[in-house]
């Protein structure tokens, strides 16, 4: 009787190296459109000193 070798069938993970190359399109798009598209960017500047609730501060009796 013939010895005949079975291998199995290599599975393609094609799926696996399509969800790579969306995750790095997006993450190459986030780049682009963070910092190469040339949008402005706002700074907003707070009063750090000033508090809600000063301690300092005298309230007047009652």
């Not at 070798?5 to 790095?24: A, T």
């Not at 402005?40 to 300092?56: H, K």
């Amino acid at each position: 009787m013939a010895h005949l070798e079975v291998k199995p069938k290599s599975r393609s993970n094609w799926w696996l190296w399509l969800i790579i190359i969306i995750i790095i399109i997006v993450a190459g798009g986030y780049c682009y459109q963070r910092y190469y598209h040339g949008g402005t960017t706002s700074v907003t500047t707070t009063d750090s000193t000033r508090t809600t609730t000063d301690s300092t501060a005298t309230h007047p009796a009652k």
